[in-house]
């Protein structure tokens, strides 16, 4: 069985990498860029949309404010690239927001960043997942109707690849994202020079089309919330920019310039598709309503679209009037951008483990989550995560409108937090900087950081008053629980270090040794475990030595006493009552004897126990020593000691190779084969 398991992992993950080849896995700016921008650049395909969406509640007559929203969007995008370029170049250990929080603002403001990027990270992969389910859900029915089936499979699939290891990872999705940037890209140009160069009108699909306000009349107080909402919405833009500064460990040397420049490149390219999408939507007439609504608010020809209309995402109605409908430039655009989608978890799946390995490293998360797989990937973390959002795809029904409701609340606090830190961390070190050149850079990167805090911080109130009642109240909760939760971890991290520490002047004191070591053997039957269990523990000459049986049966428990007396066996043998048939209290109630006797000693549980090959063998026996060896444990002074002997269906597992677990590091055949010649 273990073999096949062997089997299975290796075709799935692949051949086991060694600890010296994790600077093989580091990657290149070309190879950075998809890895980590994929999630920033994907929100193309959604912000745009939504800003539109939320416009339509008061009418058609409020499109004229897209462009100032996307103006404030694309504001707050170069600011927050601006400042997290500052970041990397600070702190490029891989902390990101987590340790420049922890540094500057102190360890409850860095775990309040790490609990809001955590839940971030899982409704990334949970959001994109779902959007791109709904781009192939409407071309393919049976997507459309097992949404929440296809969108875990598709997340088991990216589990997967990224467990085979952040470089095979990112070689993967490279050509997808590479695809969707030059699509998007010659959409937005070959777009621009028809309708400024050539002249030509572009019609969207659904440009005729009209769209009953759900709100009219609208105070301006309610306009202006109206507006922020779609602001709000507009601002999934950003998810993803933080990505780069969790990941820097993960670039080539220089590992802070190549992330600072990747993140660069991503801001300008993700500047340049959003406008340029919104741009062309807006000059294609293109009308977007609320999808839950659209059947009836969307008027084709004067009547109600009707519950069989489906609404194209804005990209594909862009598509069609650059291109045209059915065109092979609109097929492949419409296919990269699901595409995309899919692959923008894929940034999730790279921060997601590298801060819980950080989180786990400082006592917050459970160590596990520090230890490298197979591949040199963080596979415990990439795992939680999968499972993360599976459980939201599954408990949402993959529904991207309620998902979309929950995110962007974490990156928020992430943001503003980050920036707060920043401008601490510039102004610390002003105080100890003396060269004028220096001085005026970080006082430059200081007014940086100070207006991306300032822009971050509004978004953050923008995105809590217009979000909390549409579902942001769930990621309000999930945070402080998951702050609590971690908060638990390191004080229980914290109170076992304490209690093991050694102090550097501690003598070995031999009053503290134990006295003496009373050996126990259980004995249920006399036969060759028993013997074997006798003759290891006489030979590690405790202080005291008796063979202890528990009497249930009365017939059976004399038998044994005569045999024993028969055989000669030169250790005493002692029975104890048991009126109830019960076997496990007796002897805890007789070690607890022994040690109330002798506190200062110690007693050695010799345990007989069968070691078998099938795994149905072991339901068959060692039950009542594993239960016994359950509740011996907490004992203390009480030490408990298996002594096995291999039954004959144990034999076919001689010579079976060890299975490696997850991080070993396996050596070729030829330098296995080279040590035993060499031993032999």
């Known amino acids: 069985m273990s073999k096949v398991t062997d089997l299975v992992k290796r075709l799935f993950i692949g051949r086991a990498l060694r600890s010296t080849q994790l600077h093989e896995q580091l990657l290149p700016k070309r190879i950075a860029l998809p890895v980590f921008a994929s999630d920033a650049l994907s929100s193309v395909a959604y912000a745009p949309q939504e800003i539109l969406v939320i416009l339509s509640i008061a009418g058609l007559s409020f499109y004229h404010f897209a462009p100032w929203v996307a103006i404030a969007v694309v504001l707050v995008m170069l600011t927050v690239v601006a400042s997290y370029r500052q970041n990397v170049h600070a702190y490029p250990s891989g902390g990101g927001d987590y340790e420049v929080a922890t540094v500057n603002l102190g360890p409850n403001a860095g775990l309040t960043v790490a609990s809001a990027l955590m839940v971030d990270y899982v409704l990334t992969v949970a959001v994109s997942v779902a959007n791109g389910v709904d781009y192939v859900g409407a071309t393919i029915p049976y997507v459309a109707e097992h949404k929440p089936l296809v969108a875990i499979t598709i997340v088991v699939l990216l589990t997967l690849v990224n467990l085979r290891g952040i ?13 969707f940037m030059v699509s998007v890209i010659g959409l937005v140009l070959w777009g621009g020079f028809r309708l400024l160069v050539m002249g030509d009108e572009l019609r969207a699909p659904t440009a005729g089309y009209q769209i009953v306000a759900e709100q009219t009349d609208l105070t301006s107080l309610a306009a202006a919330f109206l507006i922020l909402r779609a602001f709000s919405s507009g601002c999934a833009a950003l998810t993803g920019v933080e990505a780069i500064s969790n990941g820097v460990p993960a670039f080539r040397k220089p590992k802070s310039k190549n992330a600072a420049t990747t993140l660069l490149m991503m801001g300008l390219i993700a500047v340049t598709m959003f406008a340029g999408i919104i741009a062309l939507g807006l000059a294609s007439g293109v009308k977007l309503a609320d999808p839950a609504t659209a059947a009836h608010n969307v008027l084709i020809n004067g009547r109600p679209a009707g519950p069989d209309y489906y609404q194209q995402p804005i990209i594909a109605q862009v598509a069609d009037a650059v291109f045209g409908n059915g065109s092979l430039f609109f097929i492949v655009i419409s296919a990269v951008t699901a595409l995309i989608l899919f692959l923008a978890a894929n940034t999730a799946f790279n921060g997601f483990p ?113 979000k909390f009642t549409h579902g942001a109240w769930i990621v309000c909760v999930a945070m402080p629980t998951l702050f609590l939760i971690m908060k638990g971890i390191h004080r229980h991290y914290e109170n076992v270090a304490a209690e093991l520490a050694v102090d550097e002047d501690l003598q070995v004191d031999e009053s503290m040794l134990p006295a003496r070591n009373h050996a126990i053997v259980l004995v249920s039957k006399i036969h060759k475990p028993t013997l074997r269990a006798l003759s290891y523990a006489r030979a590690t000459r405790p202080s005291t030595l008796e063979a202890v049986t528990v009497g249930v049966e009365g017939e059976e428990a004399r038998a044994l006493q005569e045999e024993w007396e028969r055989r000669g066996i030169p250790v005493p043998l002692k029975m104890l009552d048991s009126p109830y048939r019960e076997i496990t209290r007796p002897i805890l109630e007789y070690v607890k004897s022994l040690r109330r006797r002798s506190p200062r000693d110690v007693v050695t549980v010799y345990i007989p126990e069968y070691v078998v090959g099938r795994w149905w063998e072991h339901l068959l026996h060692n039950q009542s020593a594993l239960r016994l060896k359950g509740r011996l444990l907490f004992q203390p002074g009480v030490m408990v000691t298996s002594v096995p002997w291999q039954l004959h269906s144990s034999d076919r597992l001689k010579g079976r190779p060890e299975p490696a677990a997850p991080g070993a590091v396996r050596r070729p055949r030829h330098e296995m084969a080279r040590d035993q010649g060499a031993k032999a």
């Open 167 to 179: 470089r095979e990872s990112g070689v993967a999705f490279a050509v997808p994202t590479y695809a």
């Open 354 to 466: 590298v801060l819980g390995s950080i989180l786990a490293q400082d006592r917050y998360l459970p160590r596990q989550l520090h230890t490298r797989g197979d591949r040199l990937a963080f596979s415990n973390g990439i795992v939680i995560l999968a499972a993360g959002a599976c459980l939201l795809l599954w408990g949402f029904q993959a529904d991207v409108s309620r998902l979309l409701n929950l995110y962007i609340v974490g990156v928020f606090v992430s943001f503003t937090l980050s920036q707060i830190g920043m401008v601490r961390h510039w102004t610390r070190h002003l105080k100890t900087e003396t060269a004028p050149k220096t001085r005026a850079q970080m006082k430059r990167s200081r007014v940086i950081n100070f207006f991306g805090a300032v822009m971050t911080g509004v978004v953050l109130v923008v995105v809590l008053l217009t």
